[in-house]
Nanobody, 121 residues
């Protein structure tokens, strides 16, 4: 069974940094694109950044220049480095990945449980 687990969230002051991790485990044949989303209370879930299997990246406009997504394929892990954090970055950050499990012909979408990021002013 495939699982995604996020970690690295916490409380940080404005201007600070955090690095989030999204680790996939289980019987995995391949991992395709991976994306970070976030959801703040009372707001819709929004895309933060995504990375393809080949390493191409894309960011939401408000994260460009502050956030960096990168992956370590050997560890089945995708990271989100967040710098210059602002109070409006406070949210639950969730990881979503397209994964083909072993002995499966198709790719499926998996979500982690999320990690809380709180930025104080």
């Amino acid at each position: 069974q495939v699982q995604l687990v996020e970690s690295g969230g916490g409380l940080v002051q404005a201007g600070g940094s955090l690095r989030l991790s999204c680790e996939a485990s289980g019987s995995i044949f391949s991992i395709n694109s991976v994306a970070w989303y976030r959801q703040a209370p009372g707001k819709q879930r929004e895309l933060v950044a995504c990375i393809t299997s080949g390493g191409s990246t894309n960011y939401a406009d408000s994260m460009k220049g502050r956030f960096t997504i990168f992956r370590d394929n050997a560890k089945n892990t995708v990271y989100l480095q967040m710098n210059s954090l602002k109070p409006e970055d406070t949210a639950v950050y969730l990881c979503n990945a397209g994964i083909r499990p072993t002995q499966e012909r198709y790719e499926y979408s998996y979500w982690g449980q999320g990690t809380q990021v709180t930025v104080s002013s």
